[in-house]
């Protein structure tokens, strides 16, 4: 026998499964997102690197300006994969 209690168990059921794949859409699409987010960054990161050999008073590859550069000093700093920590192509 089915009687309200059923019914709003039902509903709950319903929507509790609703909510966990509008969730699992969210976290989909943020993953997304992140992964979009982080390739710009590396496509920056790859055209932005120390003239010559990476030191002090090099400059940027890209926008002439000295290393590190503004654009990669908005990024966090260069990444530690050469001596001076300059990104190389």
């Known amino acids: 026998m089915s009687g309200p209690a059923d019914y ?3 509903q709950v059921g319903e929507s509790h499964r609703d909510y966990a794949a509008r969730m699992a859409g969210a976290a ?11 390739a710009a960054i590396e496509r920056v990161r790859a ?8 030191g002090p008073g090099h400059i940027c590859n890209e926008d002439g300006k000295r290393w590190p550069c503004p654009t990669i000093q908005a990024l966090g700093g260069p990444e ?6 300059g990104a190389s192509p």
């Open 8 to 10: 709003r168990n039902r």
């Open 28 to 38: 989909r699409a943020a993953e997304l997102d992140r992964d979009t987010a982080q």
């Open 47 to 54: 055209g932005h690197y120390p003239a010559g050999w990476p």
């Open 80 to 85: 530690p994969t050469s001596p001076a920590g």
